[in-house]
């Protein structure tokens, strides 16, 4: 590929993020459902107006953002919030994930899913997506402990959502009559490994940081901290989200002498979002949308109630104010790519599900990539915390 068309390219995905940002303020949507839109426009599925090759980036840019989502997602877990929201968040994020796996298999297996399929199916509903709910706040400028403690479930969300989706992929194993342990153990690699690397890289930056020039670290610093997470996690094979929001938290907690390397990321992260949102959605095909048939449309609904349900009865247990109850819920409804790593995982350890686990995952994904940050938008502004 000639490289003018590559700076054609990046110049136009770039200005698209400004139209993004403009027709947002105008209109109030969120701009992640913009940019993916955009994408599915300029992609395989629209137009296709982007070169082949630029598909084949996908990969590193959504790498680059979202390990700079995740350290600006632990930077929220600072022992003051912790104080403040800690047992909302944990209360609340538990409850979604156990809710969401109970209500998911049950629905799944009524309207004649295999159950080891409803299982596999019932984890990936877990997920979440972080830089699609970190965007949408950044967007609608929402402050407050609502704002707080969705935050901090989205940081921690994925976390469970492995650690579930490990132990569903091994009792579908298992009642298929295929062991499973290995999977087991990969699965709790992908947690434990994390906060270890996580905590191995942490606890140096957090010193080392903001030396240089006393109290100010810079953009450098921060890239590189940010760098070495996804770098590190690449290689043991771990989550580089986990990796990323444990390095924040302890920055956060540890460096006592500056908070600063969280602005820098700040500073720089925008045109990454950008170009992670845009081919996101030329990645989409929207055309599989048709073939998700009755079992991804349960999918999509038994999911969507579960979230309410979950953030509801998680709300009511923490004690979270009645209004925070009703739409903590829906504004966990955003999905994005970590499900679509969990269908890769599952098609190759079942097989004989693969066909219909890929589809269906591709296509509810595009469900929730396009209503998800809409629906969290107007959580935000229902409870007051939007500006």
């Given amino acids: 590929m000639e490289t003018y068309v590559v700076f054609l390219v990046l110049g136009g995905l770039l200005l698209l993020g400004l139209l993004a940002d403009e027709i947002g303020r105008r209109t109030r949507m969120p701009r992640v459902t913009l940019l993916i839109l955009f994408g599915v426009a300029a992609g395989p599925s629209g137009f296709d107006m982007l070169p082949k090759a630029f598909q084949g980036w996908y990969d590193f840019m959504a790498t680059i953002a979202l390990a700079m989502v995740a350290f600006l997602l632990g930077g929220r877990l600072s022992l003051n919030t ?6 909302e968040i944990l209360t609340i994020s538990l409850t979604v994930v156990m809710v969401t796996t109970l209500i998911v298999t049950i629905g799944l297996t009524m309207v004649g899913t295999p159950f080891p399929l409803a299982l596999v199916l019932a984890g990936m509903a877990t997920a979440t997506a972080p830089a699609a709910t970190q965007d949408v706040v950044r967007q609608t400028g929402a402050k407050g402990p609502f704002t707080d403690t969705l935050l901090g479930i989205v940081a921690i969300d994925d976390a469970w959502g492995l650690i579930a989706f490990s132990f569903l992929l091994v009792f579908a194993k298992v009642v298929i009559g295929d062991g499973g342990l290995a999977i ?75 908070n600063r390397p969280f602005h820098e990321i700040e500073h720089v992260e ?110 935000l502004r229902k409870v007051g915390e939007a500006s």
């Fill in 82 to 87: 912790m104080r403040k929201h800690g047992r």
């Fill in 184 to 258: 087991l153990n990969d699965g709790l690699w992908q947690v434990g490994g994390a906060v270890a690397i996580g905590i191995a890289l942490g606890l140096p930056a957090a010193y080392l940081t903001g030396r240089l020039d006393p109290g100010e670290p810079s953009q450098v610093e921060a890239l590189g901290i940010v760098f070495l997470c996804a770098g590190f996690a690449g290689w043991f094979e771990v989550s580089f989200l986990l990796v990323g929001i444990v390095v924040g938290a302890i920055v956060i907690n540890c460096a006592k002498h500056h």
């Fill in 270 to 379: 925008w045109p990454f979002m950008v170009f992670f949102f845009v081919l996101a959605g030329a990645t989409l095909h929207v055309a599989s949308l048709a073939t998700i048939g009755v079992v991804g449309t349960a999918f999509i609904l038994l999911r969507s109630f579960s979230r309410i349900l979950g953030g509801w009865l998680g709300g009511t247990l923490a004690e979270a104010k009645k209004l925070h109850r009703v739409w903590i819920g829906p504004a966990l409804m955003p999905q994005a790519g970590v499900a679509l790593g969990m269908a890769l995982v599952a098609s190759n350890e079942l097989p004989q599900y693969s066909e219909s686990l890929l589809a269906l995952a591709i296509g509810t994904t595009v469900v929730f990539e396009l209503a998800g940050p809409l629906m969290t938008w107007i959580a």
